[in-house]
């Protein structure tokens, strides 16, 4: 499986664009990117998924250049709500099991 | 919106006892999965579940751990002698199954064991 490697943590305040960026050189042809939102004592969340080029949803996009090792999740206009962990999977198995790394603490501050 | 349901939301049980938690996926996912996250840590595979087989298991599954769908809506994880090391937070997941390639998995709200 493709390692992550992400930003332990990021502050950002309410009203502003963030952008978290995962690298995952070892990326495999037939893996997906997919990212995942962790609140304090909840489970985590499935936010957007892509292949290649971008993805974009309600709630975030998903950009993926065309070597497709790295990838960066746009979160536009953030509130405070918005405080999580997020989490860069790459891959899945045949199972689709989710690895998860550290992920990157996300702090919105008004 | 369908959810996954886990109960019981808390668990205290002592060391060497068994657990039985439980989960309730959502009713037409086919996939089936157990994580666990020890406070402060990050989440960990410990099993998935497919064809009421088990399909995949991590290093963390050993022969203390078992999983059972005994009927058509329940999906649990036995641990059968706990330790103190078993603290932690299990999510159980589910997954459609559909035609193509999707990794979103719809996580339950956890249940937190704590072993003393």
């Known amino acids: 499986l493709a390692k992550t490697t992400q930003p332990i943590s990021m502050d950002s305040y309410e009203g502003q664009e963030v952008n978290i960026t995962c690298s995952h050189n070892n990326i495999a042809t037939n893996d997906y990117i997919t990212w995942y939102q962790q609140f304090p004592s909840q489970g985590p969340r499935f936010i957007i998924q892509g292949y290649k080029t971008k993805v974009t949803n309600e709630v975030a996009s998903l950009f993926i250049p065309a070597d497709r090792k790295s990838s960066t999740l746009s979160l536009p206009r953030v509130s405070l709500s918005d405080t999580a962990v997020y989490y860069c999977l790459v891959g899945g198995g045949s199972q689709g099991n989710l690895i998860f790394g550290k992920g990157t603490k996300l702090s919105v501050k008004p | 919106e369908p959810e996954v349901t886990q109960t019981p939301s808390h668990q205290v049980t002592q060391m060497g006892q068994e657990v039985i938690l439980r989960c309730v996926p959502i009713s037409n996912h086919l996939y089936f999965y157990w994580y666990r996250q020890i406070l402060g840590q990050k989440v960990e595979f410990l099993v998935s579940?497919?064809?009421?087989?088990?399909?995949?298991k991590s290093e963390i599954f050993d022969d203390q751990f078992s999983v059972e769908r005994p009927d058509g809506s329940n999906f649990t994880l036995k641990i059968r002698s706990t330790k103190l090391e078993d603290s932690a937070m299990y999510f159980c997941?589910?997954?459609?199954?559909?035609?193509?390639?999707?990794?979103?998995?719809?996580f339950g709200p956890g249940t937190r064991l704590t072993v003393t």
């Open positions: 997941a589910s997954r459609p199954g559909l035609a193509g390639v999707s990794y979103e998995q719809y």
């Open positions: 579940f497919y064809n009421n087989e088990i399909s995949e």
